[in-house]
């Protein structure tokens, strides 16, 4: 049976860590900054955790990353 592939879009947007669990870049932070307020801004700094239906979808794009 050949490999299965990985989307490259998710291996891109996501990382799985030691644990099992899908890290994620927080939202909204592309583009158009001056609008939004400086709580919004501080809060979305980093990464987080994605729930556990979002993860096991992502988990399915990336089968060799587990």
């Not at 099992?20 to 307020?37: C, D, F, L, T």
Request: hydrophobic share 30%.
């Amino acid at each position: 049976m050949p490999k299965m592939k990985t989307k490259s879009s998710a291996k891109k947007r996501f990382k799985v860590t030691s644990t099992g669990k899908v890290m994620a870049a927080q939202a909204g932070k592309q583009h158009g900054m001056i609008k939004r307020s400086n709580k919004f801004l501080r809060n979305a700094r980093g990464t987080s955790e994605l729930s556990a239906p979002d993860s096991k979808i992502v988990k399915s794009y990336m089968p060799y990353d587990r």
